[in-house]
């Protein structure tokens, strides 16, 4: 591919970036059959649920590597590059081979215009991620949700497993008003006959849910029904395991680790693998996921989570108030679309002790200082955490939250900013 063609293909992507196009099942299946129905080329594991998708995720990845398979994992947003988005045994996608990918999309998308819309961003990003995958020769790969399940643009697999981690309120605008319409559009991605296993929910959410897998004769795994993760052991019908350790921090990434631990051993059989005590305890206590309870500097000691909705935000919370006796500070930042000022009342009432800033960062949409409600605006946020880090002691903890948008970019600067 010439420089010219590599870089008419990469002005082509960005121009879709903040474009709303409408989603037809229509356009993408025609977009597929164009392709050669890649999303056919792979067994995979889909994965829905308003928080624990991407921990969950990195749980899987990490115990089916330890295990010798080879694993595709789809993920967005982004924490660093659009190549994270679409990895396999952790290792993104090269530039060369996203390029030519997108090229080829782009070729068929100009077939495609002549009855449709164009390809949105997350349609490119997910057709290309089915063709990289289709050519890789998996084991398995793990395919996030974008948004909801029922209509989402990855619900065109037929999946060994169907995974939903959580239900919260987040996305309303799309998914609808109650915790029971966003069940309902979560149990979407349930398919006839193929497995589903199921995090921690509320009675109503798992009520709908089962109700819906029974429909289609869909067997369920429920947590904290058919499989327990309690103090450092975990149990189902059929393997209990004492003294788990994990290295992501939080209650909740036991909830993730129990869910994961499921679908993993139950993926055994389909999988045609044997699952070994000493790879699951080594693969749980190296799982890493960027951007959620990550320590991204030690000292003075500074924590990334991108909490983007109030469930997240109670997490946070939780953490926070059983984990630390430390002076703290919470930078946060998040769309206006969201429901920002509930997560930072939240924040307000549960950690009145904390020191609360808003900020804004560098996306389209994001929260300003008109959005900050009277609370301290810091204009620059890369300024100010020059600043933090000069002047903390042993005693204070810098939290940044919000948007996984906004974690994202101050990543990037904090990881440059130390090197």
Do not use: C
């Not at 829905?48 to 947003?77: C, D, E, W």
């Not at 490119?124 to 050519?135: C, D, H």
């Amino acid at each position: 591919m010439s420089h010219q063609e590599l870089t008419q293909v990469e002005a082509w992507l960005n121009a879709k970036q903040g474009k709303v196009f409408r989603y037809k099942v229509e356009k993408f299946q025609l977009a597929l059959d164009l392709a050669g129905h890649p999303e056919q080329g792979f067994p995979s594991i889909h994965i829905a649920g308003t928080n624990g998708k991407g921990s969950t995720i990195a749980f899987l990845q990490q115990l089916y590597q330890a295990h010798g398979l080879r694993v595709g994992a789809f993920v967005s947003p982004h924490m660093v590059s659009y190549h994270d988005r679409m990895t396999i045994n952790d290792h993104p996608i090269r530039q060369e081979v996203f390029l030519e990918l997108a090229r080829s999309v782009k070729d068929l998308e100009s077939t495609l215009t002549q009855t449709y819309e164009p390809l949105s961003y997350f349609e490119t990003m997910t057709l290309i991620m089915f063709l990289y995958f289709s050519r890789a020769n998996l084991d398995i790969a793990l395919i996030e949700v974008g948004i909801g399940g029922l209509h989402d643009v990855t619900n065109v697999i037929q999946p060994l497993i169907s995974v939903i981690t959580s239900i919260g309120l987040d996305h309303q605008d799309i998914l609808g008003p109650s915790l029971g319409k966003i069940a309902e559009q979560k149990a979407g991605i349930i398919k006839a006959g193929i497995p589903v296993v199921l995090g921690p929910l509320d009675a109503q959410s798992r009520d709908i849910i089962t109700q819906i897998a029974f429909e289609k004769s869909a067997p369920v795994l429920a947590s904290n029904q058919d499989f327990h993760w309690i103090g450092q052991r975990f149990t189902n019908a059929d393997v209990t395991l004492d003294q788990l350790e994990l290295n992501l921090e939080g209650a909740h990434q036991k909830e993730n680790a129990a869910i994961a631990l499921e679908t993993f051993f139950l993926s055994q059989r389909l999988l045609s693998f044997t699952a070994k005590e000493e790879m699951i305890r080594q693969a749980l206590a190296e799982t890493k996921w960027a951007g959620r309870l990550e320590i991204i500097s030690a000292k003075p000691l500074i924590y990334l989570d991108g909490a983007h909705n109030v469930p997240a935000i109670e997490r946070l919370i939780e953490f926070l108030k059983e984990a630390t006796d430390k002076k703290v500070t919470i930078l946060f930042s998040a769309l206006a679309r969201k429901d920002f000022r509930d997560m930072l009342a939240l924040l307000e009432k549960e950690l009145p002790q904390a020191e609360l800033l808003v900020t804004s960062f560098a996306y389209d949409g994001a929260i300003s200082d008109s959005s900050s409600t009277g609370r301290s605006f810091i204009p620059d946020y890369q300024s100010f955490l020059e600043e933090w880090q000069v002047s903390a002691s042993q005693q204070d903890l810098l939290v940044i939250t919000g948007s996984l948008y906004f974690i994202s970019e101050v990543r990037r600067f904090l990881v440059e900013h130390q090197n």
